[in-house]
């Protein structure tokens, strides 16, 4: 069996010709390079112009998106240190639970065109068609341009990659510098001793994602490193110091950040959000690190209670990414994927140790199989919308895989491979497809049909005339990408807004959909009022949730351990002698319980008015328990508002002492009722639970809205 092999370069007269011979530059970005087919580079720009349509189409639908990085994106506009250290807030109280690289690429956007939904989520966008430019041009290099395309438009149609590249979770900047290191990583097996320079740019990229999302960068690394130190063809020692050279590019790339933080007087930076001792280390190995894989996780909304069965995060196990909340997202072709990385590592089982083919097999396949156990087997906290990590890997062996078995038609296994490709593809297609039997329900038995007959034409497809076998791998391929592309497209007419969110119509996953939804199938999803006001301006439409943005399926309950603590406004402590709120209501400040956690606040006109009345005498025109619902006020304002506790309510951040301080010194103008404490075990679970007690024992009380504002200027 022969491998592929990169197109010819392009003859030496034709590099030395004549300048007035040349094209001009126009005309060399529409027509490529010189050996290539006049069809590739109009097809190439047409598909990331489709990409970028498709994902700007109804983009300010989500409005701020998750409100928590939004209202740290305000902050870093208004303040160069909160876009230094990712804060929440301009005046730096606290900053967000992850290092701030996902945030400077928005908070620049906003400070140079102003705040907004569009501001916020354009980068994101921009970052998803990026990513499927690098994986096209890494698949296209050794496999062709058909390989490249038809990578680049899985990846582009996967439903999990349409939302995170329209949503402001670290998600997006992640799969992108994945994507770009598993690049560097092949261009540096390219050359004849390796190439160091490459392998240090893929170094970069992994010190950029760790500053982007801490460890989970770091997963594909070990595969990526064995199939360098393999297959690279320099020398053993060479390869050692490639490597090394490579690991110090990572270190100082995403050490410089860590290093300056750490060594920062700690009276003079924000509190580090998610850690319980102000210190990034402890956030990066403990609740970002290994509590993510054993579920110990101290302070997080699952009680740090460690071990079980997805820590309340799922069953863990081989068949997770195919459960009923996850398969939807992410395993439309993931069988596919499996079979073709099985398929490509047999055609070229018996090149040489360097083979450029095998090695980029090995790479795509061993950052998908590695990131696919983690994601598989992990404890703690874990949301459907992780899987955007496995898009590029996936996309990339099903352009690879495709582009090797065609090659190799002729030959009956390869055949059957392709032809068991659209089988599972189909089959698998058909049973997700019966999760949401309401949701263009005629789609089901015509994915089914044209796969099934896709898999019968491609057996024969090396044996009968060549338009005959494009035929019916086109009719495989669309059978396989038409119920991706059909969840891709009610994810981008639909808006996504809180803290968990997920692809697809309902029922699809777990969670939110819809102006301001947060969390779906979780207490407080029910539904807000019509025209009643949002964070970003707009107006609730009908049947419009909350955080929970869809109401709760019949008997739908938070995850095992997921409930307020006593004495947490919102939680499960009645709140100024009232009942606490029940599911569905909104407690205190509208976000009251685990529904604020996971959406911001809606904030009224009274209530805005109120905050903005010289808001400009304080540090901070308010202080409530949560970091959405302080988001909510934030936005609403442009105006700092301490969350106190970080995202869970769960720092030790402020503790009473500080907070009595900033109240004295007349830093804070209110303190507003009702947040989304929502903390395990851990010191800021007490310390929120104090400041709120002195509060209503100290300052009297005024109702906004269905909010409880305590203005800490006038004392009882």
Known sequence: ????????????????????ARPGRLARLWRGRPDDAPWVRPVFLGLLAVTTALYLWNLSASGYANSFYSAAVQAGSESWKAFFFGSLDAANAITVDKPPAALWPMALSVRLFGLGSWQILLPEVLMGVATVAVLYAAVRRRFGAGAGLIAGTVLALTPVAALMFRFNNPDALLALLMTVAVYAVLRALERAEGSTQWLVAAGVAFGFGFLTKTLQAFLVLPPLALVYAVCAPARPLKRCGQLGLAGL????????????????????????????????????????????????????????????QGGG??????????????????????????????????????????????????????????????????????????????????????????????????????????????????WWGWVLLGRTPDYVPWLRWTVLGAGAAAALGLLAAGRTDRRFGLAVAGLGLAAGLAGPFAYTLETLSTGHQGSIVTAGPAGAGFGGRGPGGGGRGFPGGG???????????????????????????????????????????????????????????RGGMGGGGLAGLLGGAVVGAEAKAKLLQDADAYTWAAATIGAQNAAGYQLATEKPVMAVGGFNGSDPSPTLAQFQRYVAEGRIHYFIGGGSGMAGPGAGASSGSRISAWVQENFSSTTVGDATFYDLTSPK
């Not at 022969?2 to 030395?16: D, I, M, R, W």
């Not at 396949?365 to 874990?382: D, E, K, R, W």
């Not at 909350?546 to 409930?563: K, S």
Request: net charge negative; glycine share 18%.
């Open 1 to 20: 069996m022969t491998t592929p092999t990169p197109p010819p370069p392009p003859p030496a007269a034709a590099a030395h010709a004549a300048p007035s």
């Open 249 to 308: 590019a990572l270190v100082v790339s995403g050490g410089w950040w860590v290093a300056l933080v750490e060594l920062w007087p700690a009276a003079s930076r924000p509190y580090v959000g998610g850690s319980q001792t102000d210190s990034f280390l402890e956030l990066t190995f403990g609740y970002n690190g290994l509590g993510r894989i054993n579920g110990n996780e101290v302070g997080s909304v699952g009680g740090g209670r460690g071990g079980g």
């Open 313 to 426: 995060w799922g069953e863990t196990g081989l068949l997770r990414m195919f459960g009923d909340s996850i398969g939807g997202q992410i395993s439309w072709l993931l069988p596919a994927a499996l079979v073709l990385l099985l398929a490509g590592l047999a055609v070229t089982w018996k090149a040489p140790r360097t083979d450029p083919a095998r090695a980029a097999f090995l790479a795509w396949g061993g950052s998908l199989l590695m990131t696919l156990a983690v994601f598989s087997f992990m404890a703690g906290i874990f949301h459907e919308y992780y899987t955007v990590a496995l898009a590029p890997y996936l996309a990339a062996l099903i352009g690879m895989g495709a582009g090797v078995l065609w090659e190799e038609r002729t030959r009956l296994p390869a055949s059957a491979g392709l032809a068991v490709a659209a089988g599972v593809t189909a």
């Open 527 to 585: 539904e807000l009022p019509a025209g009643t006001p949002r964070t970003d301006g707009g107006q609730a439409p009908d049947g419009a949730g909350r955080p929970g943005g869809t109401q709760n399926p019949d008997g739908a309950q938070p995850p095992d351990g997921m409930q307020p603590p006593d004495g947490f406004p919102g939680g499960g402590r009645p709140q100024d002698g009232g009942p606490p709120p029940g599911p569905g209501e």
